[in-house]
């Protein structure tokens, strides 16, 4: 099992920034990729931005992509969300996974909450951290 604590949200002004980190303790030599994952009350959760462990290779959402940078640090098991420009439409709550299988499938419609390596696969989420942009 792998365990996910995540940090530094709070409330930013809109065209202000955050930095998001996610810390992995336990069986992390199972994460083969590492994201973001945002949801918004009465609204599916969506996928915000994809590392994978293994390359380093990234995947953005369009409504982020050129705002958003996601990093990680193998040697601490830890996982950054650097966002600027933020807008009041980025207000949510932000939480940090760590799954296998495909880490692109999350980012298809309909498919966020699906487990991409399969149900017995590794699918493990923080308990979130709160967003909030006003304008």
């Known amino acids: 099992q792998v365990h996910l604590v995540e940090s530094g949200g709070g409330s930013v002004q809109a065209g202000g920034s955050l930095r998001l980190s996610c810390a992995a303790s336990?069986?992390?030599?199972?994460?083969?990729?590492l994201g973001w994952f945002r949801q918004v009350p009465g609204k599916e959760r969506e996928g915000v931005a994809v590392?994978?462990?293994?390359?380093?290779?990234?995947h953005y959402a369009d409504s982020v992509k050129g705002r958003f940078t996601i990093s990680q640090d193998n040697a601490n098991n830890t996982v950054y969300l650097q966002m600027n420009s933020l807008k009041p439409e980025d207000t949510a709550m932000y939480y940090c996974?760590?799954?296998?299988?495909?880490?692109?499938?999350?980012?298809?419609?309909?498919?966020?909450?699906?487990?991409?390596?399969?149900?017995?696969?590794?699918?493990?989420w923080g308990q979130g951290t709160l967003v909030t942009v006003s304008s």
């Open positions: 590392i994978y462990t293994g390359g380093g290779s990234t």
């Open positions: 336990g069986n992390t030599h199972s994460m083969n990729c």
């Open positions: 996974r760590a799954y296998g299988g495909s880490c692109l499938l999350p980012f298809l419609p309909g498919f966020p909450s699906v487990n991409p390596g399969g149900d017995n696969a590794l699918d493990a």
